[in-house]
């Protein structure tokens, strides 16, 4: 899964100053850690969680639990906790917490169609009249997002506009919003909208979000952001006068940024400078740093309102780290896959707080062995048809034993560490060398415990057994987030002794739940051959292969209260598409509609719908087909309802009888009010600006396309439109109108296929639009 967006946040360098024409202000912007502007949620809870209830406390944990198991890999037992926890608790707000995990997880393993159907749930958060806390807003973002990364990454450019805009729109100064810009313009980019694709660009991290308590510190390393906000700016750019600021450190640096006009606002420019830890280097367009240091950054008011020149505008943030830690291989530099019996193991941490002098600095980090007591099958959380919610809780603080534990010292390493041996790296440089790379590194033995032997918690070598967890502790005091304090964890995993003798293993299950997914994969074979058969005409055979597709998937459904719900799910879906193989609609629809019984949640069954649907269109039967989808518009959870009004009004379009076109316009208009957000609407409008166009009604024509442009600025249509607006504007007599939609439509869609027909036309305008006197002239 893409990572979180970096986090960007603002500091006010001074109260607003009054200019003799305008007002002025600065904002310095640098990128933070991926939590520094969340709220902590372990402090609250989502808008309408029952506190103190002990329901929610159980699902609660449930969800802790399930979120642990996905990030340790066992995935079927996390999915179906989270799962359990969104059949046990469906009124609960927990369970959006739930539907992010699956989702995130889902995306996590390049399963987006699936992700997406598990974020759209969070469209539950929102409530007509009611403002959303903190935290319900920052999960509810984030499920808009990652919808929207989903579209992108399957390449439905369409679908991702109107989430990430809706982002943009709406929540502007949230990280959410920078992140979104950059999707927005990397969508555009791969349409080939290059100026659009620049423009969305060019707005990434330009909005941050000014009450978070991160705006106070930049982060040491990361690039740092200036800007400024002056209403003398557009004065200055037509003077040609090029707009600075200095940037100082409190160790010796300063840098002079220049800065540039901020896409969208000509009242703001921007510029950035990068940071490094070192000694300072005044000039080398880089600010270096220490830990501790301050960085100050001044701009020169020339002119105020009360007619001061050269008022210094200036404020101070503290540099500061957010602590990694990490166990690698012996250079350092990549990370270790497991911790092995007998062998060294090594540590790294990043903490540029802690790079204080010049010599080579230290650092305390603590690291125990944990292990977990053996599990019967029985008693396994979610392996059976639920989950033992009160047997979990009641284990839950004692699941982990601690073996043993040390505390490692670890130093600073030199700036080319990864060229040295690793206990060359890990050794102090000579004096005199200055070291300013705020990472540390260090190593311990690793040795295996023995049964009956004591362990020695106060010697330097720390003992552990194959399947522990060793864990490394360090308490950052400082960082992006504030002062307080943080535990930045390690993980991984004790392996056996290295050992590169072949060995035989051979494994027996006989577990329904592999049995299911054995059927369901034979049934996906016979289904994919019932389709090759059917292309080729061979009827009887695809029959064939769909009654043995048939006898695989019933088992499934008849045992579903043995086996998770997402493979009772899978069976469903393969048995109404092998019912639509075979033409059997009927026995489709009535599978459909046992399983939206069932599973009201589930997203599968509009998706079959449709499917049929389709199917009967493609057959000529449109009625049959509307009333199909009619059915999919019933369905309460379905997600793809505003498609689906869109094929209703395709469909009326193409009946036979008199009145059609003017049903259909009916039914594109209730597309584009009752979905203002899908991507159907914007291509309803331009069916509405058509039947406007042909019933020569150029003024509702017109005010249609003003529409279409302010709330579908990413559609893929508009080349069309401005096209459409262009006729439009010239039979009204708005020439002035018609030649500026023209040369837009020229200068941004170059290549499309509609730039032909409107270089033609050009000319003509440009002959509307000349003064008396040049036309005469000509």
Request: with cysteine; charged share 25%; net charge negative.
């Amino acid at each position: 899964m893409p990572s979180l967006p970096a986090r960007f946040f603002t500091l006010h360098c001074f109260r607003a100053g009054i200019l003799a024409i305008g007002m002025i202000g600065i904002l310095v912007v640098t990128p933070g850690v991926a939590e520094a502007q969340r709220p902590v949620r372990q402090r609250g809870g989502l808008q309408g969680e029952k506190k103190g209830d002990a329901g929610n406390y159980a699902a609660f944990q449930l969800l802790r639990k399930g979120q642990e198991l996905l990030d340790s890999g066992e995935h079927d037992r996390g999915q179906k906790i989270l799962e359990t926890i969104i059949e046990q608790y469906p009124n609960d707000p927990i369970r959006f917490k739930a539907y992010l995990a699956l989702g995130k997880h889902a995306l996590s393993r390049s399963e987006q169609m699936e992700a997406i159907g598990y974020l759209r749930n969070l469209k539950g958060l929102e409530q007509a009249g009611v403002e959303m806390d903190a935290e319900t807003r920052e999960l509810f973002l984030e499920g808009l997002y990652l919808q929207g990364i989903a579209f992108f990454q399957t390449r439905q450019y369409a679908q991702a506009f109107p989430l990430l805009r809706r982002i943009t729109n709406d929540f502007p100064n949230t990280i959410w919003a920078n992140q979104s810009y950059y999707y927005i313009g990397m969508c555009h980019f791969a349409q080939g909208n290059w100026n659009k694709a620049i423009e969305a660009l060019g707005l990434v991290g330009t909005f941050v979000d000014e009450k978070s308590g991160a705006v106070e510190y930049a982060e040491a390393g990361r690039r740092f952001y200036v800007k400024i906000h002056d209403t003398d700016l557009p004065v200055l750019d037509k003077l040609g006068e090029e707009v600075k600021v200095t940037v100082t450190s409190a160790s010796g640096d300063s840098e002079t940024v220049s800065l540039v006009p901020l896409p969208g606002d000509e009242n703001a420019s921007i510029g950035s400078l990068a940071t490094a830890l070192g000694k300072a280097k005044p000039g080398d367009d880089v600010l270096q740093v220490i830990g501790g240091d301050t960085i100050r950054t001044s701009y020169v008011d020339n002119n105020t309102l009360e007619g001061k020149k050269d008022v210094d505008r200036s404020r101070e943030v503290k540099v500061v780290s957010s602590a990694s830690l990490l166990f690698t291989r012996g250079d350092f530099e990549s990370q270790a896959v497991a911790a092995f019996l007998g062998q060294p193991v090594f540590v790294l941490l990043s903490e540029a707080d802690l790079d204080v002098s010049s010599k080579a600095d230290s650092a305390t980090v603590r690291v125990l062995s944990r292990f977990k007591e053996e599990e019967t099958d029985e008693n396994r959380v979610g392996s059976g048809a639920g989950v033992d919610i009160e047997k979990m809780l009641r284990s839950e603080e004692e699941q982990w034993r601690t073996r043993d534990e040390v505390t490692i010292t670890l130093a600073e390493l030199k700036a080319l560490a990864a060229e040295a041996t690793a206990d060359a790296a890990a050794q102090a440089p000579s004096v005199g060398d200055e070291v300013h790379t705020g990472r540390f590194g260090g190593q311990f033995s690793l040795v295996p415990f023995v049964d009956d032997q004591p362990v020695d918690r106060g010697d330097a070598v720390l003992t552990a057994a194959v399947g522990d967890e060793i864990v490394a502790t360090f308490a950052d005091e400082l960082h992006i987030g504030g002062s307080a304090p943080r535990t930045v964890t390690t993980t991984t995993t004790v392996a056996s002794e290295i050992d590169s003798k072949p060995r035989a293993v051979q494994y027996e299950v006989g577990d329904p739940v592999v049995a299911a997914k054995k059927s369901l994969v034979e049934s996906s074979a016979f289904l994919e051959l019932g389709r090759i058969f059917k292309a080729m005409g061979l009827m009887k055979g695809a029959v064939e292969k769909v009654g043995e597709g048939l006898t695989r998937v019933d088992p499934i459904i008849r045992q579903s209260g043995s086996i998770p719900a997402s493979l009772t799910e899978e069976a469903f879906r393969t048995k109404w598409e092998l019912h639509i193989v075979a033409d059997d609609f009927n026995q489709a629809i009535q599978t459909c509609e046992l399983f939206n019984r069932l599973y009201p949640e589930s997203p599968f069954v509009d998706r079959a719908l449709l499917q049929i649907g389709q199917i009967k269109e493609e057959k000529r039967l449109t009625d049959e087909a509307i009333r199909v989808y009619q059915r999919i518009l019933s369905l309460p959870a379905s997600q793809i309802k505003p498609e689906v009004q869109y094929r209703i009004a395709q469909a009326t379009e193409k009946l036979p009888h008199p009145g059609a076109a003017e049903q259909a316009i009916v039914q594109y208009k209730l597309c584009a009010e009752r979905y203002p957000e899908s991507p159907f609407a914007g291509e309803s409008f331009g069916k509405l600006v058509d039947y406007q166009i042909e019933k020569k009604d150029n003024t509702a024509a017109n005010d249609l396309l003003e529409q279409i442009f302010q709330d579908y600025p990413d559609a893929q249509f508009l080349d069309a439109m401005l096209l459409k607006w262009v006729m439009v504007s010239y039979r009204t007599g708005d020439f002035q109108k018609a030649y500026d939609k023209c040369t837009q439509l020229l200068f941004e869609y170059p290549a499309s296929p509609y730039a032909e027909r409107a270089r033609a036309i050009l000319p003509k305008i440009e002959q509307k639009v000349k003064p008396a006197g040049e036309k005469a002239a000509g």
